[in-house]
């Protein structure tokens, strides 16, 4: 690869523009450009230069990071946090719901089955015995053309 | 989120640890007040803690806690006019240096650069901390503080300027002291 000492005029400008904007870290440059630039980085002595320039206040920003220690804050913000509900992990949370309906379903039966009959059983006798006891008492002789009932 | 949402408390700590420090940093380096760093960012996670159940994710967590943090400030320096250095003791810094005279050292570094940069008026301190020290990318930043991308460039190049310009009497001693 040549190195290419000098940069044009167009490329001192716009790295100049980028390494005033953003200094010389490259994680710091926009996406989209971050590829040409390193490019010619690689190319160019005076490009390598000028970036070595914008470390230097670079790297004297590094020494005020900004992040203070606040644990006594967390421990604030902790306390206005949102609650988990009280969650018991049970074994039976899948089936519980249908085992319920089938229980109740169950339930239902066994009392439709230990009440419903008597009543039911009990009409059906005493309408069987009234039609029998009708049957029996009538006399159907005057019902039948003579000579039929032979 | 959802999960922060359902309260648990691991997901919540987690998103508290992470962002706290940053978040009162920059809030600290806005206003100038520890105090009122610290009430902002507390109110920036209420606000969060309210809207979690009804989240979209649409922003990023930590850029949705930015510009919560960085609106609140604004608002705060309207109302209090204050643009204050900020006061050594308040601020305490994580300090990673293994040895005394190495303590000494970065802590004189740190009050030179902490001072040169709260002499910038808030706007090109904000995009700096934002870009430089929160490794924000350039539209995360602008959608942040709510400009456009050409206003974020410009305020950087002239924060940067400004601060070469105040930091070049101290180059020699604080790039020496840091090596």
Known sequence: MTDQTLLSAQDREELTFLLNCYGGYEHHWPEESRAYFLDLLERSEEARHLRQQALELDYLLDHAPAEPACSHLQTRILADAPRLPINRDWSFKGIWRPLSALATATAFGLFLGTTTPAWLHEQDTSELQEAYLAFSTTDFTDNFLEGDLN | ?179
């Open chain 2, 1 to 179: 989120m959802s999960r922060v949402a359902q309260g648990d408390p691991l997901a919540c700590r987690n998103l508290v640890q992470h962002h706290t420090g940053p978040l009162v940093g920059l809030a600290q380096r806005m206003t100038g007040n520890s105090q009122e760093a610290e009430d902002i960012v507390q109110e920036a996670f209420v606000r969060l803690w309210k809207q979690s159940p009804d989240w979209t994710p649409q922003a990023r967590i930590s850029t949705w806690l930015y510009r919560v943090v960085h609106n609140l400030a604004i608002d705060a320096i309207r109302r209090t006019k204050r643009q204050n250095t900020m006061s050594d003791e308040k601020m305490e810094f994580i300090d990673p240096a293994p040895d005394q005279q190495q303590k000494i050292q970065h802590k004189d570094l740190t009050k030179k650069v902490e001072t040169a940069i709260s002499q910038l008026p808030e706007r090109q301190r904000t995009a700096i901390t934002l870009v430089h020290h929160r490794d924000m990318s350039n539209k995360e930043a602008a959608s942040v503080m709510e400009i456009s991308v050409d206003a974020l460039e410009s305020l950087l190049a002239r924060g940067r300027r400004s601060l070469k310009m105040s930091l070049e009497q101290h180059r020699h001693d604080l790039l020496g002291a840091q090596s």
